[in-house]
């Protein structure tokens, strides 16, 4: 092969291939209201007029590629399927009725669009986004104060940090993090586990936690984050726990279902008041359950009692009772030296045991 068949070789793709797009540059900086068509690769550019006057900016239609970049108060409005990138600064607005590859968002700004790959949330901006479900790589970033809803099919993950507020409806096929002080709502499926550090909040209500990647939990808090389970399925994976507890976290469960085991560790506390719990309960920190009719090994057991491991390494029993807001436990449990397992009254017979009610409790008991 020499180097003239090298030159025709190049020569002929050259005059058989098209030509690449070529970008078109659209600046809009009047105050006006412009709607646009762009065959080609479309790079638009929107500013406030004189005085801080809004532009607005529709794009009816062009090909695929091109972005568009949003300042102060002005709007864009995108129809053109597979736009590359949307960026959204200050305190404009974005629109986009069609799916887009990629959006950014800065400052006070808020996007709504259907989204192909990904978004990023910074500032105080705000980001709705329908996920397609044709991409697997797609994900979610959140900074800042930032806020971002989630539907669709998200591929690969969702992180939230700093102080953003996350609210997930969509079925997330990767993990969720949630760190710093983040505020995180769960009401979709995350197939790939949830993990809160940092002093992050999460609330679940009605979702579903699996673990199909083989985390060490379905859910684990861990450093000063605060969980709350309200509803829904948490589950773990083969011989891995479905929540654990540890560092300096605190876990609610007020309802829902646990499908594995569930973890008190470190310095974590532990409440149980409903739902259920599928597997064993181990206790190596602060565990309480708020219910009624305690029975330990099939004895009864004292309202507002306690259990530790009685000085040895560890002890194992079976904790049954009804809990306070529906559901009831019976479980077998492990408590670690140094866990404490404590049986709260629910209030109505704490009610009657500060009132002396204790005769009538029993009566009503029988």
Known sequence: ????????????????????????????????????????????????????????????????????????????????????????YDSSHITSTTGVWYVEAYGDSTVEALVMAGVSAYGNSTIIADFDSSYSWCYVEAY??????????????????????????????????????AN????????????AGGSSNVIISG??????????????????????????????????????????????????TLGDDLVAGGESNVTISGGSIEGDIYVRSTLAVDGHDYYIDGQSFPYGGTLDSGGQPSRTGTLTCTLTNGGSLSNTFTIYDGGTLVLIPEP?????????GLPVLRRRKK
Not at 184 to 190: I, L, N, P, Q
Not at 348 to 356: K, N, R, V, Y
């Open 207 to 256: 979702a579903s936690i699996g673990n199909i990647w083989g985390e060490p939990c379905g859910l684990i808090a861990y450093d000063n984050s605060t969980v709350t389970i309200a509803g829904g399925w948490i589950g773990g994976a083969l011989e891995s726990p479905a929540v654990c507890a540890v560092g300096n976290s605190t876990v609610a469960i007020f309802a829902g």
């Open 1 to 88: 092969m020499n180097a003239r068949f090298l030159l025709a070789v190049t020569l002929g793709l050259y005059l058989v291939l098209p030509a690449p797009a070529v970008a078109q540059i659209f600046v809009f900086d009047d105050g006006g209201n412009h709607i646009i068509s762009a065959p080609s690769c479309p790079h638009v550019f929107v500013y406030d007029g004189p005085f801080d006057q809004p532009t607005t900016v529709e794009l009816l239609n062009g090909s695929m590629g091109g972005e568009a970049h949003v300042y102060g108060h002005s709007s864009f409005i995108n129809h053109v399927y597979l736009l590359t990138t949307l960026y959204a």
């Open 144 to 181: 800042d104060s930032s806020k971002v809803t989630v539907y669709g099919w998200v591929g690969s993950g969702v992180w939230a940090n700093d102080d953003s507020v996350v609210a997930v409806n969509a079925l997330i096929e990767g993990s969720l993090w949630a760190s710093g002080r």
């Open 184 to 195: 995180v709502t769960v009401d979709g499926e995350v197939r790939g586990g949830l993990s």
């Open 348 to 356: 109505a017979t704490l009610s009657l045991l500060t009132l002396g």
